[in-house]
């Protein structure tokens, strides 16, 4: 079958469907036991948790090792090479990885394919012709175990795509696989600049949030953080100044009832805007969330909060391990479960708060007061009352709180700028792929 596709501007190819074993030296896969030969170091070990769904290069976060035996026959069969491809076969089929220059020595075990490109296609041609959502559902369509997922070898072998034909094709190949390459570099490169910003704010939250061990002079133990700000930024000396060059009083410790106060307030007004807390995207509206309503249908027992009161949910959230508390940012009111425990803050920098609550400082004192071991309905087990009573809390003076706020405000706005560019980038390369080879 034959196509006359442009998939280039300049491109007039005809693009023809043809079989991975036309286009492969070989299509095998791995040797079956390699947990015997783990080790810390030696050669790389790629599992299927090392592919990728969304793309073609390996996820190495979780790389494991092997020391093989002295004879060094045992995986020899598979040991990988420059440009070759490897295709899950079994549970989470068709994920895809790229085998890059310079990596080294590496195995795989039955679980994976091996596909090695000849000389009539690219391999990063054909590794992103497989990475994509059309062959991604044909291959999880060819399922040969039923209830179990698997594909056989001779399943994959004949699997076919879509490439330009003839000695252009291979040039329009390689002008496609280059062009997909330079949009996954900075792909990566975002993804990078992203990890490095969240990492920074976390390990300067942590300076400014929690406090050093130094003594004062009467060996008590002081309330200040690591490092204080300073006119012209942050400093790691013991006491901070502000702009005109005074000192900033000690930072205090005061009990969560001393800084805010409960709220309570039913929804009697019958607001619909039902809220549930995200870990990562703080209050939202609840359907949208879990992409129904889980609420019960009268929703005027709910709790009633405006804008910039706070709500905690008890239960475990990813990286929040005693519960997460969150602000309501995004709705001028919402309600809530009578679950959450509810807040607001009275005269101090709501923003502060916010930022010292997303870092995870009051995770001790949360830990201090729940009930070992107790949980309700899968809640941790703690009164209100200890919550506002018994909560302790380090609070700068409110200017300090300012500056704290804005400077980690500005991080979270780099950060957001950053994670936009990202998801644009994504998102055109999926336009890319589904407009070159669908």
Not at 157 to 182: H, M, V
Not at 250 to 266: C, G, P, Q
Not at 309 to 337: C, E, H, Q, W
């Amino acid at each position: 079958m034959e196509y006359c596709h442009a998939r280039l501007p300049e491109a007039h190819t005809k693009w023809r469907e043809v079989s991975i074993k036309e286009l492969s030296q070989t299509v095998t896969s791995g040797s079956r036991d390699w947990s015997k030969y783990y080790s810390l170091e030696g050669s790389k070990f790629i599992r299927m948790t090392n592919l990728n769904r969304y793309g073609i290069h390996l996820l190495l976060d979780e790389l494991k090792f092997v020391s093989l035996p002295d004879n060094g026959s045992e995986g020899e069969r598979t040991s990988l090479k420059e440009n070759d491809i490897l295709v899950s076969i079994t549970a989470e089929l068709g994920k895809i990885g790229i085998i890059p220059k310079g990596f080294g020595k590496a195995y795989i075990n039955q679980h994976t394919a091996l596909v090695r490109p000849n000389n009539k296609i690219p391999a990063k041609f054909l590794a992103y012709n497989l990475s994509t959502g059309v062959s991604n559902k044909k291959l999880n369509r060819l399922n040969d175990s039923g209830a179990k997922s698997a594909l056989n070898l001779g399943t994959l072998r004949n699997f076919k795509i879509f490439r330009p034909e003839g000695s252009d094709g291979i040039q329009e190949q390689q002008k496609i696989a280059q062009f997909l390459t330079t949009v996954d570099t900075k792909i990566e490169q975002l993804t990078k600049k992203q990890t490095l910003l969240e990492q920074y704010k976390k390990g300067i939250s942590q300076k400014l949030f929690r406090p050093s061990n130094s003594l004062l002079p009467n060996g008590n133990s002081p309330c200040n953080p690591e490092i204080r700000f300073r006119p012209k930024g942050i400093s790691s000396q013991a006491q901070g100044k502000d702009d005109d060059g005074q000192e900033y009083p000690d930072w205090v410790e005061k009990k969560l009832r001393d800084v805010a106060e409960r709220v309570t307030k039913k929804n009697k007004e019958n607001n619909k805007n039902v809220l549930t807390i995200s870990a990562q995207q703080g209050l939202v509206i609840q359907e949208q969330y879990f992409t129904k309503s889980v609420s019960a249908k009268d929703v005027t027992g709910y709790y009633l909060l405006n804008r910039n009161d706070f709500a905690y949910n008890k239960s475990y959230s990813k990286g929040y391990p005693m519960g997460a508390i969150k602000r309501l940012t995004k709705y001028p009111k919402g309600v809530v479960s009578t679950l959450y425990i509810c807040f607001r803050i009275k005269k101090d920098n709501v923003s502060f708060f916010e930022q010292f609550f997303n870092d995870g400082n009051i995770n001790r004192e949360l830990h201090k007061i729940a009930q070992e071991g107790a949980r309700n309905h899968g809640l941790l087990n703690m009164s209100v009352i200890e919550f506002f009573n018994d909560i302790m809390l380090s609070i700068p003076s409110l200017p300090e709180q300012q500056k704290i706020a804005n400077f980690l405000s500005s991080i979270d706005s780099k950060i957001t700028q950053v994670s936009k560019q990202l998801d644009q980038t994504k998102q055109f390369k999926k336009a890319l792929l589904q407009q070159m080879f669908v």
